[in-house]
């Protein structure tokens, strides 16, 4: 499965910006889908994730109330809305997929098999 990310940008803070993550060729419906960032200098770290299904959605501490990650009608889209962005938000994104159902399992980077490469989230002060 091919990932693409997309809709990063410059911000200010107190913004709002709209990631996208696409698989090449196919849907995601079969598919947990999650978001990770990594700071400069900083491990990746889980950011939201939409379950294959049911669709529950589960949410980083630091993303919970600004954050909403869905999916489009088709199914072939997983979204990240972010808002309320502040400083600490920069990072690069990345979207990730995997075939397994999430319940039960850890949100981090080992659960999901594939990813994306990144887009660029900078937001100014």
């Known amino acids: 499965v091919q990932l693409q990310a997309s809709g990063g940008g410059l911000v200010q803070a107190g913004g709002s910006l709209r990631l996208s993550c696409a698989a090449s060729g196919r849907t995601l419906s079969t598919y947990a889908v999650g978001w990770f960032r990594q700071a400069p200098g900083k491990e990746r770290e889980f950011v939201a994730a939409?379950?294959?299904?049911?669709?529950?959605?589960y949410y980083a501490d630091s993303a919970k109330g600004r954050f909403t990650i869905s999916r489009d009608n088709a199914e072939k889209l997983v979204y990240i809305q972010m808002n309320s962005l502040k400083p600490e938000d920069t990072a690069v994104y990345f979207c990730?997929?995997?075939?397994?159902?999430?319940?039960?399992?850890?949100?981090?980077?080992?659960?999901?098999?594939?990813w994306g490469q990144g887009t660029q989230v900078t937001v100014s002060s």
């Open positions: 990730a997929a995997d075939s397994r159902y999430l319940s039960g399992r850890p949100l981090r980077e080992s659960s999901f098999n594939y």
């Open positions: 939409i379950s294959r299904g049911s669709g529950s959605t």
